[in-house]
């Protein structure tokens, strides 16, 4: 069973308006939670995590809500650029077991001009 | 600049044949993962190695190994490789394992196939 899904596979975006990428989880039990961003022919790059302790967490552009009780986070990008198309990943982990990355499936963002 | 290297880009293999996918990195992290991506889904972790300790995850298959003869290369090798087996390949480093929040260091992956 998954245990962190992202029910998007795609998202288009006009530049300049928010881009919202959804992800859920199943497991209370998570620690962190984290999103990567993938270009093409590239390896997936760490972009900004959340602590479950925390209900916000943000990083110039880029924001991270965690509504815990609704096992649901989101990042959120303002203003979008078309430099931030590309594929973005939530991921889960255990404190104990910082490193092993429980992936959802990814979103792939298009920001268009 | 530091980073991972993964090599090839693309593997093709043999039904059965043994392959092996190679990854190096000039961070000098402790921790080197393999990741494995199969179309549409999300990576999931295979094992990973604290230094010289290799820590395999409950349902990787056996036909998956890995060595680590040093801190900057580890391999992952396929013994039989399967169409199933058909998939992107990551790896990535981080500095520390089970220690909180870890910021992984992807490698650009190696895409192998199974003809």
């Known amino acids: 069973d998954q245990q962190v899904k992202q029910n998007s596979p795609s998202l288009s975006v006009q530049e300049g308006r928010i881009s919202i990428l959804n992800c859920d989880y199943t497991n209370s039990m998570f620690d962190y939670f984290l999103w990567y961003k993938k270009y093409p022919a590239e390896g997936p790059t760490f972009l900004i995590s959340i602590s479950s302790i925390k209900d916000k967490n943000e990083d110039g552009r880029f924001t991270v809500f965690l509504n815990k009780s609704a096992k649901h986070l989101s990042l959120h990008i303002v203003p979008s650029q078309p430099g931030d198309s590309a594929v973005y990943f939530c991921?889960?982990?255990?404190?104990?077991?910082?490193?092993?990355?429980?992936f959802g499936q990814g979103t792939e963002l298009s920001v268009k001009p | 600049d530091a980073m991972v290297i993964q090599n090839p880009r693309y593997q093709v293999t043999q039904f059965g044949k043994p392959v092996t996918l190679s990854c190096s990195q000039t961070l000098n992290h402790n921790v080197m993962y393999w990741y494995q991506q199969k179309s549409s889904q999300a990576p999931k972790l295979l094992f990973h190695?604290?230094?010289?300790?290799?820590?395999n995850e409950a349902d990787t298959p056996d036909n998956f190994q890995s060595r680590r003869p040093n801190t900057s290369f580890c391999f992952l090798d396929i013994r039989s490789p399967g169409l199933g087996d058909a998939a992107m390949y990551l790896c990535?480093?981080?500095?520390?394992f089970g220690t909180g929040i870890e910021k992984l260091f992807f490698g650009s992956g190696t895409q192998l196939s199974v003809l």
């Open positions: 990535a480093t981080s500095r520390e």
């Open positions: 991921a889960a982990e255990y404190y104990n077991q910082g490193g092993k990355l429980i």
């Open positions: 190695y604290y230094d010289k300790d290799f820590n």
